[in-house]
């Protein structure tokens, strides 16, 4: 499974956009990209999930560039209520060792008033 | 849609006994589950994976004893924590594939179980 690094956190106003960006250098062709969030004591949150270029979905969008050793997750708008930790991960979505996810140490946004 | 349940939502226990704790898919079959280990201020660590009918596959330095897993039908899977320890003690989540339909390649968290061993 490829390894991903994130910023640890980040800090942002309230009505901003927010861009966190993940390195995945060593992403397999069968990989996809999928971003969850995380509030204290709760399960992770499906977001988003991609291949290549651009997805958007009514809560977020994610940016994948031709190589795919990166992937931003752009949130619009952000408010208080989407502070928490947002994991970035990697992996095959079929075959061997599909849909096993490995959760790094994802990035804790904090969104100020 | 895709709504992944857990039971208890927290749980105290003394050292020594057992707890289970259930995870369902409220609106979908899921052929595979996953269980996962979350301490605190800690990312979240893959126990093992659950799929419907066989055996469990436990992730290296995972007790398969200890954790007991049973996955009867494609709407349940349950965790059994035998002869719990302090150690033990954590935030439990599954999560589920939906076996069918737009989104088999996403997994779908349950809201999590705090289990505390005294």
């Known amino acids: 499974l490829a390894k991903t690094t994130q910023p640890i956190s980040m800090d942002s106003y309230e009505g901003q956009e927010v861009n966190i960006t993940c390195s995945h250098n060593?992403?397999?062709?069968?990989?996809?990209i999928t971003w969850y969030q995380q509030f204290p004591s709760q399960g992770p949150r499906f977001i988003i999930q991609g291949y290549k270029t651009k997805v958007t979905n009514e809560v977020a969008s994610l940016f994948i560039p031709a190589d795919r050793k990166s992937s931003t997750l752009s949130l619009p708008r952000v408010s208080l209520s989407d502070t928490a930790v947002y994991y970035c991960l990697v992996g095959p979505v079929s075959g061997a060792g599909s849909y096993q996810l490995t959760f790094g140490k994802g990035t804790k946004l904090s969104v100020i008033p | 849609g895709a709504v992944v349940s857990q039971h208890p939502s927290w749980v105290i226990c003394k050292s020594g006994t057992s707890v289970k704790i259930e995870c369902r898919s409220l609106?979908?079959?899921?052929?595979?589950m996953f269980w996962y280990r979350q301490f605190p201020k800690q990312s979240l660590m893959l126990m093992a994976t659950s799929n419907e009918g066989s055996k469990a596959t436990y992730e290296q330095g995972v007790e398969k004893d200890k954790f007991l897993i049973n996955h009867a039908s494609l709407t349940l899977s349950t965790l059994t924590v035998t002869s719990a320890h302090p150690e033990d003690s954590s935030f439990y989540i599954c999560?589920?594939?939906?076996?069918?339909?737009?989104?088999?390649?996403?997994?779908?968290f349950g809201p999590g179980t705090r289990l505390t061993v005294l």
């Open positions: 060593n992403i397999a062709t069968n990989d996809y």
């Open positions: 609106d979908f079959q899921a052929t595979t």
């Open positions: 999560s589920a594939r939906p076996s069918g339909g737009p989104h088999t390649d996403t997994q779908y």
